[in-house]
Structure formats: structure tokens, C-alpha cells
């Protein structure tokens, strides 16, 4: 299976907080190899502020990005760059319509 993470979703798994649990239990499949997994590459400075909000101090930053980019480097989570055809995509995706069944907003002109 495909997935792609967000930003909130990689913090749920480097911090302690609501849904954590069940982002652990999504991080032992992606150990697994049970997904085939895709992040832009701008989650990781996403990541990063979020980590310097919640943590004191440079080091504790740096161990749980580390995690991050083990997980990047072993190939379990593939990072994008992002590029602009894939931002019109991505537009044009937000403005499907979805007949009240998802979280894409159909208020796109």
C-alpha cells in the first residue's frame, strides 16, 4: 500500500502526544516494509519547527530528526522534492469535489 505523510503525522511518531499510538503501530509496518511510503521533502523542515516548539534544546532536536532521516535513509520513507507540476496536481486534487465524503474542499474557484 501507497501512503503518503504529512508533517503532523512524522511528529506523532518523534514526540509523545494525542494519536501517537496508532502512528507506532504505522511505524512498525513501515519497518516491515509494509508500505511503500512518500513524504515532500519540505515535511522534514516542517518536522523541524514543530520539533523546536516542543523541545529545549539542540540536541534533543537533532536525536529525533535523526530518526527521521534514518528512516529516509533506509529507504522506508522516500523523500520528494517538490516540484511545480506536482503542486497543480496537488491544487486541482484540493478542488475535487467529493460530495461531502472527504476533507478536499470543493470551494475552489
Known amino acids: ?16 502526544e494525542t494519536l501517537s499510538d496508532k502512528a507506532s503501530v504505522l511505524l512498525v509496518g513501515i519497518g516491515k ?19 523546536s516548539r516542543h523541545l529545549s534544546t539542540q540536541e534533543e532536536i537533532g ?4 530518526s527521521l ?3 529516509i535513509g533506509s529507504g522506508a520513507i522516500r523523500s520528494h522534492s517538490v ?19 472527504g476533507h ?3 470551494q475552489c474557484p
Open 104 to 106: 478536499i474542499s470543493s
Open 69 to 71: 532521516f534514518r528512516l
Open 1 to 16: 500500500m501507497k501512503l503518503v505523510l504529512d508533517s503532523s503525522v512524522i511528529v506523532k511518531f518523534l514526540l509523545q
Open 63 to 66: 536525536k529525533h530528526l535523526s
Open 83 to 101: 516540484e511545480q507540476n506536482l503542486l497543480n496536481e496537488a491544487a486541482e486534487i484540493a478542488c475535487m469535489d467529493t460530495y461531502g465524503q
Open 33 to 51: 516494509g509494509a508500505y511503500e511510503v512518500h513524504i515532500p521533502s519540505l515535511a522534514c523542515y516542517e518536522v523541524l519547527g514543530v520539533l
